[in-house]
């Protein structure tokens, strides 16, 4: 059963003398049960794509094409239906800034009560919740200013879980996690896949996600390039941006990708990649499309 549907989806903001172009023509179905992760170099509108699903977006961002949830239109819904019918019911977050998330003046304990409470469960069961997240029951009465990155980090995981949504949207859940913390998040993250859930992994830790991912989609420039099954993407990159990000990584060929990522607000209209990639030719002037959006893969016949 899909579970979240995007067509088309984009996202630009309007500046005073500039549009940044940050999602582009996002073709997305995850499914009950999956674990998609998607990954990409910082910039490239991954955060953007999480807070346009959710309707928190600021007043300069301008959305178009479709995003559905369980069947609810996301993008047209009104902010009554997204806080009351969406946020935390169908869609949990965890934020990629953890500090910024949590209310100054409340404790751990006071903010997974309140949200228990305003989604008709027991406020009692706060140190379970908390536990299942790695944050330490001990430690609920203390307010965020009084905790480290990385506890921060497990009480927003702690507060999105809290509310059990069949889709949860995970923004760099692992950040500031030691080893065993990381583990933790990401068999969590795996177990909700595997009892039904679906999981939306936005992370820059390619390792995680061939741990625990079932397909990736990998994100260039705004845009989704490759977006395939976990396995192929990790053994056999179709897409010249993805086969560079696994060359960088430390325990392949430790190889950075030369040059950087254009400009958001001056993307080319063929291939953003172009300028960085060994394999481009004038037929990359032409925007490349489909699920490895490439004039010349390294695949040509890859299970998507
Ligand atoms: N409110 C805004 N106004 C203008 N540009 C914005 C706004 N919010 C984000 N952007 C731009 O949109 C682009 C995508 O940002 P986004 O936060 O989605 O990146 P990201 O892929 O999540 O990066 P990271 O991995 O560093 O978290 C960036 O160029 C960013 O500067
Ligand atoms: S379309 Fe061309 S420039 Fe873009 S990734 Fe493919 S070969 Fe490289
Ligand atoms: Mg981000």
Not at 159 to 182: K, M
Request: net charge neutral; proline share 9%; aromatic share 2%.
């Amino acid at each position: 059963m899909t579970l979240l549907h995007t067509e088309g989806l984009s996202v630009r903001f309007r500046l005073r003398d500039a549009v940044v172009q940050a999602v582009t023509d996002l073709h997305l179905r995850v499914r009950a049960g999956e674990l998609l992760a998607v990954v990409g170099e910082s910039g490239c509108g991954k955060s953007v794509l999480a807070h346009a699903l959710l309707g928190l977006l600021p007043a300069n961002a301008e959305v178009s094409g479709h995003a559905t949830v369980d069947g609810t239109d996301l993008l047209h819904s009104g902010e009554k239906v997204l806080a009351r019918q969406i946020r935390g019911r169908k869609i949990g977050l965890i934020p990629q800034s953890p500090a910024t998330a949590l209310t100054a003046v409340r404790t751990g304990r006071t903010l997974l009560a309140e949200t228990l409470r305003a989604h008709d469960r027991d406020p009692k069961t706060a140190d379970r919740v908390a536990a299942d997240a790695g944050f330490d029951p001990a430690d609920l009465d203390r307010y965020p200013f009084q905790l480290s990155g990385g506890m921060a980090q497990r009480l927003v995981t702690a507060l999105a879980l809290a509310t059990d949504p069949p889709l949860l949207i995970a923004d760099e859940p692992t950040t500031g996690l030691d080893r065993p913390l990381v583990d933790h998040t990401l068999d969590l993250l795996r177990r909700r896949c595997d009892n039904g859930g679906a999981v939306l992994l936005i992370t820059h830790d390619l390792a995680a996600a061939e741990r625990v991912a079932d397909t990736v989609a990998v994100m260039y420039a705004s845009r989704i390039v490759e977006h395939r099954p976990a396995t192929g993407v990790f053994t056999e990159p179709a897409h010249p941006y993805t086969a560079a990000l696994l060359k960088a990584l430390p325990d392949r060929e430790f190889r950075p990708i030369p040059g950087h990522p254009p400009m958001l607000t001056a993307l080319p209209p063929g291939c953003a990649f172009a300028p960085r990639c060994p394999r481009a030719d004038t037929t990359c002037a032409t925007p490349p499309t489909g699920p490895v959006a490439c004039h010349h893969p390294l695949h040509t016949e890859v299970a998507v």
